[in-house]
Nanobody, 122 residues
């Protein structure tokens, strides 16, 4: 079965860290760019980060640059998003997706999964 499963979210205090995982099954992430985006209530969808199929190129939104790091473990067929120095503004549901090109936004045929909730609050 072809699917992506996000995990690793939770409740964290401002300044804390979380590591999100995007695990793929049924296909290889090495064949696609992989991206993370987030959706907060009442806000527009925001692209967060992406990594190229080779893993050598990464992009970040200005809002997370210097705090978040995206990485790929091809052996585990998983992409990670290490989030440090978290702020209340990072609170959202985080989703991962693949795309045929390097972009921080999902393709038009993106199938919504559950995502993983990140809540930054004291």
């Amino acid at each position: 079965q072809v699917q992506l499963v996000e995990s690793g979210g939770g409740l964290v205090q401002p300044g804390g860290s979380l590591r999100l995982s995007c695990a793929a099954s049924g296909f290889s992430l090495d064949d696609y760019a992989v991206l993370w985006f987030r959706q907060a209530p009442g806000k527009e969808r925001e692209g967060v980060s992406c990594v190229s199929s080779s893993g050598r190129t990464t992009l970040y939104a200005d809002s997370v640059k210097g705090r978040f790091t995206i990485s790929k473990d091809s052996a585990k067929n998983t992409v990670y998003l290490q989030m440090n120095s978290l702020k209340p503004g990072d609170t959202a549901v985080y989703y991962c997706s693949t795309n045929s090109r390097l972009t921080m936004f999902p393709p038009a045929n993106f199938k919504w999964g559950q995502g993983t909730q990140v809540t930054v609050s004291s």
